[in-house]
């Protein structure tokens, strides 16, 4: 499955801050066990998550990303670096923690990173993640195959107006739908 690809999603799930906050709160409780030491939370949108992870667990943050995107446009094919994994991960019990797992390349990608630097262990985790992701998250609150869309992602500020963001509206529209609600 190609990225972005909101055709072939399964019906539409949005989601409130409500249900975010609850995925959220289950993310951080399947990933106390680890005890983790370090959360890295993909920038923009996995932050989101990373952030309630860090500070329930209370533990350090630090963002990191890598894009497929920039100023919120495609522009790559695969994700590239934009702010690198930090040293402070090396010897460490690492979550990395992202808003979505599509295709499984960010994550893997970051997973593969914090390794090489030394951490003493790498957790991936995504607060949704589609069932063809490859490779998985290791710690998922909700799998589906539903076109996702997030409270962040509901409106977008445009000359001064709030307007449902484009992308969900074309994403939408690949189903042969209209917005919900």
């Not at 994550?107 to 003493?120: E, F, P, S, V, W």
Request: hydrophobic share 45%; glycine share 6%.
């Amino acid at each position: 499955m190609k990225p972005y690809d909101y055709a072939h999603r399964n019906g539409i799930r949005p989601i409130s801050w409500d249900d975010f906050a609850s995925l959220a709160a289950q993310l951080a409780e399947l990933l106390e066990p680890f005890q983790p030491e370090v959360v890295l939370g993909i920038a923009r949108a996995g932050l989101f998550p990373a952030t309630l992870v860090a500070c329930s667990l209370r533990c350090e943050l630090f963002p990191i990303r890598l894009t497929r995107r920039v100023n919120d446009r495609v522009l790559y094919d695969r994700p590239v670096w934009k702010v690198p994994v930090p040293q402070d991960v090396s010897g460490k019990v690492v979550v990395v923690v992202d808003e979505i797992a599509d295709t499984g390349q960010t994550l893997g990608m970051a997973g593969d990173q914090t390794r090489r630097l030394g951490a003493k262990l790498v957790v991936t985790a995504s607060l949704v993640s589609h069932s063809w992701a490859d490779p998985a998250p290791q710690v998922c609150p909700l799998i589906t195959d539903e076109f996702v869309i997030f409270p962040w992602d509901m409106r977008v500020l445009e000359k001064g107006k709030w307007v449902r963001h484009p992308e969900i509206l074309a994403g939408l529209k690949a189903q042969g739908k209209s917005w919900p609600g």
